[in-house]
């Protein structure tokens, strides 16, 4: 239960401070070190940390060592193991040294930028990443604080933050024009492999259920949501008498790394003045490569575009880049101006204060983050980075299709490839075979994938990019699923 403190309580010693961050350092770098040893999904059952933690805190302190020591011995068997180069699920949630760096500096020095002069800095070290970033993906100049056409770029915590804030300057755009009791008519358009982000927004900003527009997407398009069917739903929705408020594209969605037509899209969405918004989460990072830069073709036609560094950037969680054509529209919907806020420069228009650009007042450093990772590897190595990635896919892929047991499902764009086990027989239940392959591989602790559900067809999804993973790592595990098949297709025999 710990002991009585002999000494006054400084909870910022500088010395204490030292040492026990060298041991936290010290305890994270052995985790990284042993971290492929893991099973990589928890092993756990619901509520087994209750049987291990007491039920009440601590009366006195306790030394750092022995909560590290809880932390391996409790904590650490409850995770499941996302930095393992094993990791294969959802999506990439990269770690790097300069990440954690970047981390400690934003924890450490812990400003709370809401408004310019809270931290002058931490708003204008925001703006300069925000641009270096958009310059990085080839954004059009429409979207650059430096750009001299009125857009710039903030830091959000993630995907979904950056929707509600965009949707809500939308629905107050469109409400604005035509009365704020036609929220009723106000309809959003996205394709049936948008992420689920949208719909929880939309229902957080008043829009109707009812009113959420999921467009179907086929093979023969490449699961891309088409102009014809965003336009054939919209003109069906007008003809009804109801308003088009938000269109929502994708740039790698997370089920099988799909990509709509960004320009295609953009102009069905202008023609009918919806708010045109590019979710490039997963695969936005990949435009900093030559080679991927034309899946953002058309991008000037949006009216916003976000990115997430903290899947495939090398940041730690949490960051979300969005950038917005017309910032005016964000602060028209978001801002609040209480009279312990006001001050000299914001009253002139001379800064940008980011509380109006986002839902909370209250707002991390992330930028430090970023500008210490995009400083400490530079350019050349984080594209080397996305390509290796990108080669370790391209293999896996080319070893899933020389094995005539398995298919690959939605062919590759970036690091995700989707496949599945065939079935041998008419008749097979190929979901029931794929469920049992995928629990099989999941359970035995050597590897963790998710699934898809593609055209009603339960598919594997092997999701490359953690950092430490290599290709001896991707071989390993593509002969466990052979191994776990074979063990299911002798079953059936």
Same mark, same amino acid.
């Given at each position: 239960m710990g002991s009585l403190p002999l000494n006054t309580f400084n909870p910022l010693d500088p010395a204490e401070f030292s040492d026990e961050s060298h041991a936290v350092i010290d305890f994270i770098a052995d985790y990284y070190r042993t971290v492929e040893n893991y099973p990589v999904r928890s092993q756990v059952k619901p509520g087994y940390l209750s049987k291990h933690l007491p039920n009440q805190a601590p009366l006195f302190s306790e030394p750092i060592d022995t909560i590290l020591e809880d932390i391996r011995h409790d904590i650490l068997p409850g995770l499941t193991h996302w930095q393992s180069p094993n990791f294969y699920a959802y999506f990439q949630a990269n770690a790097s040294t300069a990440g954690f760096l970047g981390e400690m500096l934003c924890s450490g020095l812990n400003v709370v930028g809401f408004n310019w002069i809270s931290s002058?800095?931490?708003? =204008?070290?925001?703006?300069i990443v925000m641009?270096?970033? *958009?310059?990085?993906?080839? $954004?059009?100049? &429409?979207? $650059?604080?430096? #750009? #001299?056409?009125?857009?710039?770029?903030?830091?959000?915590? /993630?995907?979904? =933050? +950056?929707?509600? &804030?965009?949707?809500? *300057?939308?629905?107050?755009?469109?409400?604005?024009?035509?009365?704020?009791? *036609?929220?009723?008519?106000?309809?959003?358009?996205? !394709?049936?492999?948008?992420?689920?982000?949208?719909?929880?927004?939309?229902?957080?900003? #008043?829009i109707p259920p009812t009113n959420f527009r999921i467009i179907p997407t086929s093979a023969a398009s490449g699961y891309s949501l088409t102009a014809h069917s965003l336009r054939a739903a919209i003109k069906a929705d007008v003809a009804k008498g109801f308003v088009p408020v938000y269109v929502c594209a994708t740039v790698?969605?997370?089920?099988?790394? +799909?990509? %709509?037509?960004?320009?295609?899209?953009?102009?069905? /969405?202008? =023609?009918?003045?919806a708010w045109y918004h590019v979710d490039s989460a997963y695969a936005g990072s990949a435009t900093i490569c030559p080679e991927? @830069?034309?899946?953002? %073709?058309?991008? =000037?036609? +949006?009216?916003?575009? !976000?990115?997430?560094p903290h899947k495939w950037?090398?940041?730690?969680? %949490?960051? &979300?880049?969005?950038?917005?054509k017309k910032p005016s529209e964000l602060v028209d919907s978001l801002s609040t101006n209480p009279e312990y806020l006001r001050n000299k420069a914001s009253e002139g228009n001379e800064v940008v204060d980011y509380k109006d650009w986002q839902i909370s007042l209250s707002r991390r450093f992330r930028a430090i983050k970023l500008w210490v990772i995009i400083r400490r590897y530079g350019v050349i190595n984080l594209v080397e980075h996305i390509r290796s990635d990108v080669a370790m896919a391209k293999q896996f892929e080319m070893?899933? !299709?020389?094995? @005539?047991?398995?298919?690959?499902?939605?062919?590759?764009?970036?690091?995700?490839? &989707?496949?599945? $086990? @065939?079935?041998?027989?008419?008749?097979?239940? *190929? /979901? !029931?075979?794929?469920?049992?392959?995928?629990?099989?591989?999941?359970? /035995? #602790?050597?590897?963790?994938?998710?699934?898809? @559900?593609?055209?009603?067809?339960?598919?594997?999804?092997?999701?490359?990019?953690?950092?430490?993973?290599?290709?001896?790592h991707v071989e390993m595990t593509w002969k466990l699923i052979q191994a776990k098949a074979e063990d299911i297709l002798l079953e059936d025999v």
């Open positions: 002058p800095a931490a708003t =204008e070290l925001e703006n641009d270096w970033m *958009a310059k990085l993906l080839k $954004l059009p100049p &429409c979207f $650059l604080f430096s #750009g #001299g056409q009125g857009g710039g770029g903030v830091l959000h915590g /993630s995907t979904c =933050e +950056a929707v509600v &804030c965009t949707l809500v *300057a939308a629905r107050d755009r469109t409400l604005r024009k035509i009365g704020h009791d *036609a929220i009723s008519k106000l309809v959003v358009y996205a !394709s049936d492999q948008t992420h689920s982000t949208v719909q929880k927004a939309a229902r957080i900003v #008043g790698g969605t997370t089920a099988v790394g +799909a990509v %709509d037509p960004i320009r295609d899209l953009g102009k069905v /969405s202008n =023609e009918f003045g991927f @830069k034309h899946y953002f %073709d058309g991008v =000037e036609l +949006a009216d916003s575009i !976000s990115m997430n950037f090398l940041t730690n969680m %949490d960051c &979300c880049c969005l950038w917005v070893m899933v !299709s020389m094995d @005539k047991r398995f298919e690959v499902v939605v062919p590759r764009k970036f690091s995700l490839v &989707c496949f599945r $086990l @065939k079935p041998r027989f008419d008749g097979d239940d *190929a /979901s !029931s075979i794929n469920q049992r392959l995928l629990e099989m591989v999941n359970s /035995s #602790g050597r590897a963790f994938m998710t699934h898809a @559900k593609v055209d009603g067809m339960f598919v594997l999804r092997f999701a490359i990019g953690t950092t430490l993973t290599e290709m001896r």
